[in-house]
């Protein structure tokens, strides 16, 4: 299944209701749960990024569909990069080969 990594920040919003982050973690696992897709690991973070996070999915439309969903909350303004493990790299330069 895909991997994503998906970067975060808190809006002004998500800042005053940082208390509620775990919580909030727990719900996005559930939409993504209902959608198919998964997060795989959350890390809080420094710097640039409040939260950084790894999840799958079925496919782009999937992952967007749900991050897009997180977003219209409210609380955080996200990115969503592709991730590509060793053995998809490889299928990416064999096509370049």
Do not use: C, H, N
């Not at 950084?52 to 996200?78: C, N, Q, S, W, Y």
């Amino acid at each position: 299944m895909p991997r994503y990594v998906v970067t975060a920040t808190w809006t002004e919003q998500g800042v005053r209701d940082a208390t509620a982050t775990l919580e909030r973690a727990r719900q996005v696992r559930q939409l993504l749960s209902e959608l198919g897709a998964a997060m795989e690991q959350i890390y809080w973070t420094l710097g640039r990024y409040d939260v950084v996070t790894i999840m799958t999915a079925p496919d782009d439309e999937t992952i967007a569909a749900g991050v897009l969903k997180v977003a219209m909350a409210g609380g955080v303004r996200t990115e969503i990069l592709r991730a590509f493990d060793e053995s998809e790299m490889a299928g990416v330069l064999a096509k370049i080969a």
